[in-house]
């Protein structure tokens, strides 16, 4: 078990203002940032980042959605990051996120869901990496 994880603030929370208050929620559940910029993905760089699910019929919208507007990227610190965090951003349908989580307060449907989080401490370091070389890591 590692103590970092990843989080993507997506296009749809960025573009709407949530940035703020998703990092403000981060900070508060006892998260320190280690590493983020703002980005806005390509849709070669995103179907990269997501080839796992290339084989899923909804791909091409996932790649269309992750490069229509600029993301947060941020890697964080915190005893037990990867299971904590998924914890805080909550469930992948709004609808169906605990209160208090950052999807059940910013996201607005299944597919435009606010966050990403790793899932597990390899992708975490995986999914870091993609984003940020270990000089821009704090």
Do not use: C, W
Request: proline share 3%.
């Amino acid at each position: 078990m590692t103590n970092r994880t990843f989080t993507m603030i997506k296009p749809d929370a960025t573009l709407n203002g949530s940035t703020g208050g998703i990092l403000g929620m981060i900070n508060a559940a006892g998260f320190r940032i280690v590493a983020m910029k703002m980005v806005h993905l390509s849709a070669a760089k995103a179907g990269e980042f997501y080839a796992v699910h290339s084989e899923r019929p909804f791909y091409g919208e996932l790649v269309e959605f992750m490069s229509r507007g600029p993301i947060t990227a941020a890697i964080l610190e915190k005893e037990n990051a990867v299971e904590d965090f998924r914890k805080l951003i909550g469930a992948t349908n709004p609808a169906q996120a605990e209160e208090g989580t950052i999807r059940k307060k910013y996201a607005t449907s299944i597919g435009e869901n606010a966050v990403h989080g790793s899932d597990s401490d390899e992708n975490a370091a995986i999914e870091g990496s993609f984003f940020f070389s270990k000089l821009e890591q704090f």
